[in-house]
């Protein structure tokens, strides 16, 4: 039974449900097709979810969101990347940073040509080539000068905020453009007898919603995707072991850096993300070597300033949802999976889903090549991720506790075996179209880790010294110069988008 797809219905809100109502909104605005929202107060949301990456500048700009006033309504804060902390060993730091590390230079990426660099006794780190790690590392953050003619690539960014606030300023601008909210908790879901698709839901007060398209926004329960359709779960524990997490929010410091912090703690690590208004902190942890009482208290001997509630926990099992769209629901946020927030790609995965749903939107009714397509592109996608935060994990010197020497022994996936290989001995980067992570970034990881490839690209040695030289020269003072143009991060907020205070109780 063929049906004509016009009503869509959004179980849950939060970030994910209301990411998923503005943007079909946007796109469905003066068509004939409906949006209805439904969500519980009572229930409310996970929330943890506060740092981004600059996928979310594309998704904003696309559902007209207006930068300025999105970061005054979400307290948000600029992210230029993400320092690790003790990842490597104690006492060690790196940079993961958006955006690139000097130019491409004869067909090849910048790192070969640093390799060759080192290799001849040059000592300039290839931080020095990246202006989102030299503007990060001061505090900075701004726009190039009309004038600015340098080659080196401008900075690359996302943002922290309020996942709450971001939450509440969709929902404004979603029921501005015709949504319609329904408040109350979903008790019985209703199955098409003919092919068991969803035909309505029913809500504590009796009230039925009928569909023709569901989306699943309900967390991890997965209530639609999981529970009624039973679309099963692939568990990644073997892979990536943290299954706790304690999340609290303190007082902000004197000065918003901007970037997030992640610290490699005795079980698993720890999160700090600044806002306007406030410091987002977090402690995720494997419950095999750590109880929830001793990770709540060490995160709060760990905090920048005063805590602003007691620590709030959440258990979760790293995977994903082996269908991500089963007949007539497609399941987005935690109701499609959990890759921990390690690398900020939570709300990532909502819009990449957003994106292909509304490129490869049912019309007329359900085909399942279509269906097949979009979850073969989810896993892979999600696969890909997961090798990258184990990564993080995997290659490391640290063996100082229980929770560490068990790291090391973790199994890698195949697919993250064949990137380490071809980088030790090479230092090739081999990515596929359309891969979330790019050279730059695997590059950036794998040497904060630690290994150093034994060899470069042949075609790095196609120019000479004296002009490799010269170009470096050239390339490092254009990033210093660059950077000295940009104010202080927190002067450049205050300048253009501060927040307006937050009433206490809401704060």
Same mark, same amino acid.
């Given at each position: 039974m063929q049906t004509k797809v016009r009503k869509i219905v959004i179980v849950g809100g939060g970030t994910a449900g209301w990411m998923a109502a503005a943007a079909f909104a946007k796109a469905m605005a003066g068509s004939e097709f409906s949006i209805e929202l439904v969500? =519980?107060?009572?229930?409310?949301?996970v929330g943890v979810g506060e740092a981004t990456i600059p996928s979310i500048l594309e998704f904003n700009r696309a559902t007209g969101l207006d930068e300025v006033e999105f970061i005054r309504a979400t307290q948000a804060s600029f992210k230029l990347g993400i320092e690790f902390v003790d990842w490597r060993c104690q006492g060690h730091a790196y940079m993961h940073p958006f955006g690139y590390y000097g130019v491409q230079m004869e067909g090849i990426y910048f790192h070969h040509f640093w390799l060759r660099h080192c290799a001849q006794g040059g000592t300039l780190p290839y931080d020095a080539f990246c202006s989102n790690i030299v503007a990060a590392r001061a505090g900075k953050f701004g726009r190039p000068l009309p004038d600015d003619r340098t080659p080196v690539p401008? #900075?690359?960014y996302a943002?922290?905020? /309020? %996942? !709450?606030l971001y939450a509440a300023f969709l929902r404004k601008f979603s029921e501005a453009l015709g949504v319609q909210r329904h408040e !109350?908790?979903?008790? /019985?879901?209703?199955l098409r007898a003919t092919d068991g698709f969803i035909e309505s839901i029913k809500l504590q007060d009796g009230r039925v919603i009928a569909g023709d398209f569901f989306i699943d926004c309900s967390g991890f329960r997965g209530l639609l995707i999981e529970q009624t359709l039973k679309a099963g779960y692939e568990d990644w524990s073997e892979f990536l072991p943290c299954d706790r997490?304690? %999340?609290?929010?303190?007082? *902000?410091i004197a000065a918003t850096t901007p970037y997030t912090r992640s610290t490699a703690r005795e079980a698993g690590w720890q999160w700090r993300i600044p806002l306007q208004h406030r410091t987002g902190n977090g402690y995720v942890y494997c419950s095999q070597f750590m109880s /929830? /009482?001793? %990770? %709540? =208290?060490l #995160? #709060?001997?760990r905090l920048d300033g005063k805590a602003l509630n007691t620590p709030r926990p959440l258990k979760f099992v790293t995977g994903r949802r082996k269908e991500v769209w089963k007949k007539n629901c497609v399941a987005l946020g935690l109701a499609s999976g959990f890759l921990e927030p390690l690398e900020s790609t939570s709300i990532h995965l909502v819009l990449a889903s957003i994106q292909r749903l509304l490129f490869m939107f049912p019309g007329d009714g359900f085909d399942q090549a279509t269906i097949d397509k979009f979850n073969a592109l989810v896993r892979v996608e999600t696969e890909e991720i997961r090798d990258f935060l184990v990564l993080h994990y995997t290659v490391t010197e640290r063996n100082d506790t229980p929770f560490w020497r068990h790291c090391q022994a973790i199994g890698k996936p195949d697919t993250l075996k064949q990137k380490l290989a071809?980088?030790? *001995?090479s230092a090739n980067i081999v990515i596929s179209v359309g891969e979330l992570f790019r050279e730059p970034s695997w590059f950036a990881v794998l040497m904060g880790q630690g290994p150093f490839p034994k060899s470069y690209h042949p075609f790095a040695n196609n120019i000479s010294g004296a002009e490799l030289a010269r170009r470096f020269d050239l390339m490092s003072s254009d990033v210093q110069k660059r950077v000295q143009t940009y104010p202080m991060h927190d002067d450049f907020i205050r300048t253009h988008c501060a927040a307006p205070p937050m009433p206490d109780r809401m704060a």
């Open positions: 969500e =519980s107060e009572e229930i409310g949301t401008h #900075l690359a943002y922290h905020f /309020d %996942a !709450g !109350g908790k979903v008790v /019985d879901v209703q997490a304690m %999340a609290v929010p303190c007082e *902000r /929830d /009482d001793e %990770a %709540a =208290s #995160l #709060l001997t071809m980088f030790e *001995r």
